[in-house]
């Protein structure tokens, strides 16, 4: 055999086994990557039954006035969508005595 032909059977069975590997790794990767989706899923489901359960419990909890009302307040146009809380007592600037 020649050197080519040597050269040229070590490089297919090089680029064979690239190719197994590669193959290998994106199937594991496609398992891993349906378990991410599957997990998704199953967080939005339960989500879900657990919003529905908290909108079936709440006409007959104690803060459900307060709830109501802060859910007026929220949609209502004329609110800032941002807040500042007032700044403490202590981020004051007190004046020193003798100035």
């Known amino acids: ?25 994106l199937h594991a990767q496609q398992i891993v990557f349906e378990e991410l989706i599957q997990a998704i899923e199953q967080a939005i489901a339960r989500r879900g ?24 307040l929220a949609a209502s146009p004329s609110l800032p969508r941002s ?5 403490s007592a202590t981020s004051v600037a007190l004046p020193t005595p003798g100035s």
């Not at 055999?1 to 790794?25: D, F, G, K, Q, Y």
């Not at 039954?49 to 007026?72: F, G, I, K, Y």
């Not at 807040?83 to 700044?87: A, I």
């Open 1 to 25: 055999m020649s050197v080519n032909v040597l050269c040229h059977t070590a490089a297919r069975a090089a680029e064979r086994r690239w190719r197994e590997l590669i193959l290998r790794s």
């Open 83 to 87: 807040f500042s809380p007032p700044r």
């Open 49 to 72: 039954r657990l919003e529905q359960q908290m909108v079936a419990l709440l006409p007959n909890w104690s803060l459900h006035s307060v709830v109501t009302a802060l859910q007026v």
